[in-house]
């Protein structure tokens, strides 16, 4: 990977922030954009905006073949087996509660059990709550080892045969924990409960292949991987989508609508009611399309090397906290000893680097570990060995500040 290269990609990187050259490292909550991207968009409101599937004209038809190809793109980007497994939606978040909605709340009932685990983001435990409450069904967490991962033991004892639904994050936004969704997956299987995949921080940092997970939703959005906001993919195995209800209603996802009852268009369209996300789509396309350039396994292990570097450069300070496993994705969340996370981002900002702080969206995490809030570097494919230099020095800066003010 030419890094530099990558880097002129993104018109973003190129600023200083506070006059301070831009070290952007909050790529777990979203990525930039290459330039690829926003021409892509571009080209669409510019040249050929129009609504799909409805017209005959010819900017009707260039943007329904764009939309749909980017379908396409999708499917082969996960390996799908067929575009009618390949549900656009607003993001992971609508995704979920849609999979909550359309089948967990037609399927479950009273003493049903749904299993999560304590690292999950709020978007994959409250649809599961409102599930649980509406149903009578049973919310369960696996537990996690001391280093934040999750035992296939646990599992095994967690899930059982009243189990209908494992929910499951696939990489940890807070930890960095790569969990075994595949065995996972076997798991629930053999219980005959069904496997749902949160994907949002995998997707963009690893190859992904839904057949080879078995599992039977896997959902992620676009803004974490170069892509633009507003637009997600719903996986689901075709079997389930076929029995599964519509969770939105209205135009575009209607065969026909009589007085009193209507019917539904056939997969993928049946999910994807009103106005698509015409050009979220379309740019989602354009960056998987560079991120496939580039290379999923070569992005992996630039951020691997970033992570064990940001590690072993983090250990010459002192009081830092580092929570999850040694082996991890491309993110560390620390802390530093007697200064409050918020303090630590807003001093880096100072710096010109962007850290997240805060819970993170996992607040039953935070209480796991004990913490109120933590903060977050997280690496993508631009990020540089020189850029967590500039992070780490920027620590030891925070911690003389504070050190010296109090």
Same mark, same amino acid.
């Given at each position: 990977?030419?890094?530099?290269?990558?880097? !002129?990609q993104?018109?973003?990187?190129h600023?200083?922030?506070?006059?301070?050259?831009?070290?952007y490292?909050?790529?777990?909550?979203t990525s930039?954009?290459?330039?690829?991207?926003i021409?892509?968009?571009g080209?669409?409101?510019? !040249?050929? *905006?129009?609504?799909?599937?409805?017209?005959?004209?010819?900017?009707?038809?260039?943007?329904?073949?764009?939309?749909?190809?980017?379908?396409?793109?999708?499917?082969?980007?996960?390996n799908?087996?067929?575009?009618?497994?390949?549900?656009?939606?607003?993001?992971?978040t609508?995704?979920?509660?849609?999979?909550?909605?359309?089948y967990?709340?037609?399927?479950?009932?009273? #003493?049903?059990?749904?299993?999560? +685990?304590y690292?999950?983001?709020?978007?994959?435990?409250?649809?599961?709550?409102?599930?649980?409450?509406?149903?009578?069904?049973?919310?369960?967490?696996i537990?996690?080892?001391?280093?934040?991962?999750?035992?296939?033991?646990?599992?095994?004892?967690?899930?059982?045969?009243?189990?209908?639904?494992v929910?499951?994050?696939? @990489? +940890?936004? @807070?930890?960095?924990?790569? *969990?075994?969704?595949?065995?996972l997956?076997?798991?629930?299987?053999?219980?005959?409960? $069904?496997?749902i995949?949160?994907?949002?921080?995998?997707?963009?940092?690893m190859?992904?292949?839904?057949?080879?997970?078995?599992?039977?939703?896997?959902?992620?959005?676009?803004?974490?991987?170069? #892509?633009?906001?507003?637009?997600?993919?719903?996986?689901?195995?075709?079997?389930?989508?076929?029995?599964?209800?519509?969770?939105e209603?209205?135009?575009?996802?209607?065969?026909?609508?009589?007085?009193?009852?209507?019917?539904?268009?056939?997969l993928?369209?049946?999910?994807?009611?009103?106005?698509?996300?015409?050009?979220?789509?379309?740019?989602?396309a354009?960056a998987?399309?560079?991120?496939?350039?580039?290379g999923?396994?070569? $992005?992996?292990?630039?951020e691997?090397?970033?992570?064990?570097?940001?590690m072993?450069?983090?250990?010459?300070?002192?009081g830092?906290t580092i929570?999850?496993?040694?082996?991890?994705?491309?993110l $560390?969340t620390?802390? $530093?000893?007697d200064?409050?996370?918020?303090?630590?981002?807003?001093?880096l900002? @100072?710096?010109?680097?962007?850290?997240r702080?805060?819970?993170?969206?996992?607040?039953?995490?935070?209480?796991?570990?004990?913490? +109120?809030?933590?903060a977050?570097?997280?690496?993508?494919?631009?990020?540089?060995?020189?850029e967590?230099?500039?992070?780490?020095?920027?620590?030891?800066?925070?911690?003389?500040?504070?050190?010296?003010?109090?």
């Amino acid at each position: 990977m030419d890094i530099q290269a990558i880097r !002129e990609q993104f018109p973003i990187l190129h600023q200083q922030v506070n006059g301070k050259q831009l070290v952007y490292l909050d790529n777990a909550a979203t990525s930039q954009k290459p330039i690829s991207v926003i021409e892509t968009l571009g080209r669409y409101y510019k !040249e050929y *905006n129009s609504n799909v599937h409805r017209g005959v004209h010819t900017l009707g038809t260039k943007a329904t073949d764009a939309y749909e190809g980017a379908r396409e793109t999708v499917r082969k980007f996960i390996n799908a087996r067929s575009i009618r497994e390949v549900v656009f939606t607003r993001g992971t978040t609508t995704a979920l509660n849609g999979i909550a909605t359309g089948y967990a709340a037609e399927h479950l009932k009273e #003493g049903d059990e749904i299993v999560i +685990s304590y690292m999950e983001h709020h978007a994959n435990i409250i649809p599961w709550q409102q599930v649980a409450k509406r149903t009578g069904a049973v919310l369960k967490y696996i537990p996690l080892q001391e280093d934040g991962t999750i035992s296939l033991a646990d599992a095994e004892q967690t899930i059982t045969s009243n189990t209908k639904i494992v929910s499951i994050m696939y @990489v +940890s936004n @807070v930890l960095g924990t790569i *969990n075994p969704v595949k065995e996972l997956a076997a798991i629930a299987h053999r219980n005959g409960a $069904i496997m749902i995949v949160d994907g949002a921080q995998s997707a963009p940092h690893m190859r992904v292949d839904v057949q080879d997970l078995d599992c039977d939703f896997y959902v992620f959005s676009s803004h974490k991987m170069c #892509g633009p906001t507003g637009v997600g993919v719903l996986y689901g195995k075709e079997s389930i989508l076929e029995n599964m209800e519509p969770f939105e209603f209205g135009g575009e996802m209607i065969d026909f609508v009589d007085l009193q009852e209507s019917t539904w268009k056939e997969l993928p369209w049946k999910f994807e009611a009103g106005t698509p996300i015409i050009g979220g789509a379309i740019g989602l396309a354009a960056a998987i399309d560079f991120l496939e350039s580039i290379g999923l396994e070569n $992005i992996e292990r630039h951020e691997h090397e970033l992570a064990q570097y940001a590690m072993e450069r983090l250990s010459e300070v002192d009081g830092v906290t580092i929570y999850g496993p040694k082996h991890r994705a491309g993110l $560390i969340t620390f802390n $530093i000893e007697d200064v409050h996370p918020h303090d630590v981002a807003t001093v880096l900002d @100072v710096e010109g680097i962007a850290v997240r702080a805060g819970h993170h969206c996992a607040q039953p995490l935070m209480r796991w570990l004990k913490v +109120s809030a933590t903060a977050r570097a997280s690496f993508y494919l631009y990020n540089t060995k020189d850029e967590v230099d500039a992070f780490v020095e920027g620590l030891v800066k925070t911690k003389e500040y504070f050190t010296n003010v109090f």
